[in-house]
């Protein structure tokens, strides 16, 4: 799942749902596992598929209309519980970025540990992505992380948008907290080498 991220393009996904929730992105019965491979087959389950485990024809991951490694949102995406196997699915599933108007702080962190890029815009903004997609499937959007603008390509309108510095660098680089922690080590050694811990 560690990807470099820059500049990406891409056509979407549209969820017009508003408050979606962990439980909605992976049900509670599939939190037993500790590994996170395949929980993308697993993503929005009982959307995606009936009792039977038969496809949904009509929910949006079923559709061949809709592609790409981008997903757009309603207002309040990831709220409810902060299982972290939420971002696993989403990143297993293939999305790298998920566009909303608004996300769950917990839910938010755990998509950027995860590698996939939470874009937060304007309601407007996002209705105007909702109102492409639907008019053109094959509407991209680009999304560059450097200058952190997201742009409408049917449009040309774009908006920026807001990331912790930190997890931008790691992002940017292919780095967890803890490759970046090793990338420093030789720095976190020299500050403890001229800053001697008081005697007790």
């Given at each position: 799942m560690k990807q470099k991220f820059n500049i990406i393009t891409s056509t979407c996904v549209p969820l017009p749902l508003e408050?979606?929730?962990?439980?909605?992105i992976i049900p509670a019965r599939f939190l037993k596992a500790t590994d996170k491979e395949?929980?993308?087959?697993?993503?929005?389950?009982?959307?995606?598929?009936?009792?039977?485990?038969?496809?949904?024809?009509?929910?949006?991951?079923n559709d061949p209309t809709y592609g790409g490694c981008i997903l757009v949102a309603g207002k309040n995406f990831g709220s409810g519980s902060s299982r972290e196997h939420a971002?696993?699915?989403?990143?297993?599933?293939?999305?790298r970025v998920v566009i909303s108007s608004f996300f769950a702080d917990i839910h938010k962190n755990n998509e950027l540990n995860n590698f996939v890029l939470p874009v937060v815009v304007s309601e407007s903004f996002l209705a105007e992505l909702f109102d492409s997609i639907h008019a053109d499937p094959k509407t991209e959007v680009e999304v560059d992380l450097p200058r952190q603008t997201v742009t409408n390509k049917a449009t040309g309108h774009s908006e920026t948008f807001e990331i912790n510095g930190y997890k931008k660098h790691c992002l940017m680089n292919g780095l967890d907290d803890i490759d970046?922690?090793?990338?420093?080590?030789?720095?976190?050694?020299e500050?403890?080498?001229?800053?001697?811990?008081?005697?007790?």
């Open positions: 408050n979606v929730d962990t439980d909605q395949g929980f993308g087959d697993n993503l929005f389950r009982d959307w995606r598929y009936d009792k039977e485990g038969r496809p949904v024809k009509d929910f949006v991951l971002a696993w699915a989403i990143a297993g599933y293939g999305f970046f922690l090793v990338q420093n080590k030789d720095k976190t050694e500050w403890e080498k001229t800053h001697p811990q008081p005697s007790l």
